[in-house]
C-alpha cells in the first residue's frame, strides 16, 4: 500500500493483535499511530514504514536484527520495542505509547532547561544508554529529534532500533534516490560518524551535544558544527570536565557512558535539586491530548532519588511564616464559603437499568446526562452499565451524569482467512461469530481446490482485521481449480501431433500405447482414443490411444520340397488357404504367388507339384 494511503488504516487490526486507533502522523519514511494491543489490552506505537524502504533488503535486515535486540532492553528512560513485522507491503515495529514532545519541539517553541535540569536530564539518558549498549546496540542518530520528554514519565530515547537500517539503506540501492527519510540533525553526529563509522562512544559525544542543545548553549536545528566555545560548559559547574571529555573530537580521548554518568551525578552537588520539567501547551502534539493536566516530567531513572543535589537553606524565615499566613487565610476562606441557593439530589443505583429510566429521573432533578455508548455481550442494548458519580453521592442540579450503555455486541473481528482450506475457514469465520452464507468455487489454474482466495461482504471484498456485527453474513470465494479441459479429435493423427495436441491441454497420454491392424487408417495413425472428443475433463487427465499398424497381411511361405499335406497345413497354419494342386508329383517345387508375397488373411495359395 502506498505510503499515501496510510492514514486510511485507522481501525485496521495488524496480525489479529494491534488496532490502529489513532493516526497520530507521518513523516517522507513512515506514518505513525497509537494502537490498542488486544492481547494485553494496552495501549501501544506502531510505526509502519513506506513500501519503498521496506523491500530495500539491507534495510530490512538490519531493522530485524535490531529489533529484535532492542526487545532485550527494559529500562525506564529508553523506549520499549516490543513486537515487528510486515503488514501487507510494508515494515513496521511496535513500542511502547508515551504520549509527550520532543526535546526539539520544546527547545523550537522558546524553551530551555536551566544547568540542573539538564544535569539531571543527562543522568536519566545515559542510564538507559548504557543498558542499549550492553545489549550490543548504538543508538546512531542520538539528537533533541530522539529525545522525547514526556508528560507523566522520565525522558526517553526513542528509534532505538532504526539508525543502523537507514545506514544501511542509504549505503545500498536507495543512495541515488534518497531513503525518503527526514533530514537528520547532523550536528550533533559524532566526526567519525560523518566519516562512515560509530561505537558506543559516538553516542556519548551526541549525547553531550544534546545536552548542551537542552541548555540553550546551541540552536537545536543549527546547520553547522563550526565555532563551538567550551568556555559555555562553565554553567555545568564540576559538570564540564566531563562532558569536555564526552565532546572530544578524537574517541579514543573520550570518556564513554559510565564515565559520563558518574561526573554528571558528581556535578549534582552544585545545584540544587531542579523542577520539574514544564511542558508548554504550546509544544504539545496531539499525542498529548486529553493529558493536559500532567505536564511535569516524574524523575523514575534509576537512582536518580539518590543524586546529592544541593540543600537548599537560604529560604527566609520571614517568607515561610507569610506563606503559612497566606495558606491559613485560604483555607479559612475557603471553609467559609457557603452554597447559596444550590439544589442536589441523591444519586441512586443506576446499573441494571434502562436507559430511557435514567434519562426520565436526569430530567426530573435538571441533570445533564452524558451517555457513553459501549458495546458488551453481556448485557442488552440499552442497559446502564456504569455511571458517575456512584450511588449514594449527592449531585446538583445542572451538574452531569455520566453513564455508560450498552449498545449492542462487540463487534467482531474479520478474521483471515485467505489461503486457508474451505472447512477451516468456515470454523474460524463462525468461531469469530460470523455466519459463512455461501462458498462460491472460482476456477484457478495455481490455487489448489477448496482453498480460500476472498471473502466478501455484501458484495465487496473484506480484509481481515475490519469490524463488523456479529452475525455477519460472509461468502467464501474457494478455487474450484483449474479450468476444464475440452478432450481434443486426436483420429487420425500420428503419435507426436497427438500427444504434442495433448501437452498444449494440461492433458496427459496414457502408457502404454495400443496398435491394431485396420484395413482403412494409415500405419501409425490413430484409430480411436480412450475419451470422446469434446468432452469437459480436469486438468492432467489421461487419455489413452490406439494406433494403426496398417491393414493385415499374411506372408507365402517357401514350401518347397514339402508334400501336398504338409504344405496345407503350413498355410493355415499363417492363415492362408490351400487352393489348386497343379501337377501329378509328390513335392511342392513352386506356389503361386511366390514366397514371400505378402496376402491378406484366407487368401488361396496354388501349388505347384509336377512328376519327376
Not at 461482504?457 to 460472509?474: C, H, K, M, V
Not at 492433458?507 to 487408417?521: D, G, I, M, Q, W
Request: charged content about 20%.
Amino acid at each position: 500500500m502506498p505510503l499515501d494511503d496510510l492514514n486510511q488504516l485507522t481501525g485496521r487490526v495488524l496480525e489479529d493483535r494491534y488496532r490502529l486507533t489513532d493516526y497520530l502522523g507521518r513523516s517522507r519514511a513512515a506514518t505513525d499511530y497509537v494502537a490498542s494491543d488486544l492481547e494485553t489490552g494496552g495501549q501501544v506505537s506502531v510505526k509502519i514504514f513506506g513500501a519503498s524502504i521496506s523491500e530495500d533488503i539491507e534495510f530490512s535486515r538490519h531493522l530485524i536484527a535490531d529489533a529484535t535486540k532492542a526487545t532485550l532492553v527494559s529500562h525506564p528512560s529508553v523506549e520499549r520495542v516490543h513486537n515487528w513485522g510486515s503488514f501487507q507491503e510494508s515494515a513496521y515495529v511496535v513500542t511502547d505509547y508515551y504520549p509527550g514532545v520532543t526535546l526539539k519541539t520544546f527547545l523550537d517553541a522558546g524553551q530551555m532547561l536551566s544547568p540542573a535540569q539538564t544535569l539531571k536530564l543527562g543522568i536519566e539518558l545515559a542510564s538507559g544508554l548504557d543498558d542499549l549498549h550492553l545489549q550490543g546496540l548504538c543508538h546512531g542518530d542520538i539528537s533533541p529529534n530522539s529525545v522525547v520528554l514526556s508528560l507523566d514519565g522520565p525522558p526517553r530515547l526513542s528509534s532505538i532500533y532504526l539508525a543502523n537500517a537507514l545506514a544501511a539503506a542509504e549505503a545500498g540501492r536507495l543512495e541515488l534516490v534518497g531513503t525518503g527519510i527526514d533530514d537528520r540533525l547532523v550536528e550533533f553526529q559524532a566526526p567519525e560518524h560523518r566519516n562512515g563509522s560509530s561505537n558506543p562512544k559516538s553516542d556519548v559525544y551526541s549525547l553531550a551535544m544534546t545536552l548542551r542543545a537542552a541548555a540553550g548553549q546551541r540552536s537545536a536545528v543549527s546547520d553547522s558544527v563550526d565555532g563551538f566555545n567550551l568556555t559555555e560548559l562553565s554553567d555545568f559547574g564540576h559538570g564540564k570536565d566531563v562532558l569536555e571529555l564526552a565532546l572530544e573530537p578524537d574517541p579514543e580521548q573520550r570518556c564513554d557512558t559510565k564515565s559520563l554518568i558518574e561526573g554528571l551525578v558528581n556535578a549534582a552537588s552544585d545545584f540544587a535539586k531542579p523542577a520539574p520539567i514544564a511542558l508548554p501547551e504550546s509544544s504539545l502534539d496531539r499525542a498529548t491530548e486529553g493529558n493536559l493536566d500532567r505536564r511535569t516530567v516524574a524523575p523514575v531513572a534509576p537512582g536518580i532519588d539518590q543524586i546529592r543535589w544541593r540543600p537548599v537553606w537560604r529560604l527566609g524565615v520571614s517568607a515561610v511564616v507569610v506563606l503559612m499566613a497566606l495558606s491559613a487565610a485560604t483555607a479559612w476562606a475557603v471553609s467559609s464559603v457557603r452554597p447559596q441557593g444550590v439544589v442536589t439530589h441523591d444519586v441512586d443505583e443506576y446499573i441494571g437499568r434502562t436507559i430511557g429510566e435514567v434519562r426520565a429521573i436526569a430530567d426530573s432533578v435538571s441533570w445533564i446526562l452524558d451517555e457513553d455508548q459501549i458495546r458488551t455481550d453481556e448485557l442488552p442494548a440499552g442497559i446502564v452499565i456504569a455511571q458517575r458519580p456512584e450511588a449514594g453521592s449527592r449531585l446538583s442540579e445542572g451538574a452531569m451524569l455520566v453513564v455508560e450503555v450498552a449498545s449492542g455486541p462487540r463487534l467482531r473481528m474479520t478474521p483471515l482467512v485467505l489461503g486457508l482450506s474451505t472447512e477451516a475457514a468456515t470454523a474460524r469465520l463462525v468461531a469469530k461469530g460470523f455466519e459463512v452464507d455461501l462458498v462460491q468455487p472460482l476456477y484457478d489454474e495455481s490455487i489448489s481446490t477448496g482453498e480460500v482466495m476472498k471473502l466478501t461482504i455484501d458484495g465487496e471484498i473484506a480484509l481481515g482485521g475490519s469490524l463488523r456485527e456479529p452475525g455477519t453474513r460472509a461468502v467464501l470465494i474457494v478455487s474450484g481449480g483449474p479450468v476444464p479441459r475440452s478432450v481434443p479429435q486426436l483420429t487420425g493423427l500420428d503419435l507426436g501431433t497427438a500427444e504434442g495436441t495433448l501437452d498444449s491441454l494440461q492433458l496427459t497420454l496414457a502408457r502404454p500405447v495400443t496398435y491394431e491392424t485396420s484395413e482403412f487408417v494409415p500405419q501409425g495413425a490413430v484409430i480411436r482414443q480412450s475419451l470422446v472428443a469434446g468432452l469437459l475433463v480436469e486438468r492432467g487427465s489421461a487419455v489413452s490411444l490406439t494406433l494403426s499398424t496398417g491393414p493385415d497381411r499374411r506372408e507365402v511361405p517357401d514350401m518347397r520340397g514339402l508334400n501336398v499335406v504338409e504344405a496345407g497345413e503350413r498355410l493355415i497354419e499363417v492363415g492362408l488357404k490351400l487352393g489348386d494342386v497343379e501337377g501329378e508329383g509328390e513335392l511342392v517345387q513352386a506356389t503361386e504367388p511366390p514366397a514371400g508375397t505378402m496376402l491378406a488373411p484366407n487368401s488361396t495359395v496354388i501349388l505347384w507339384v509336377p512328376s519327376d
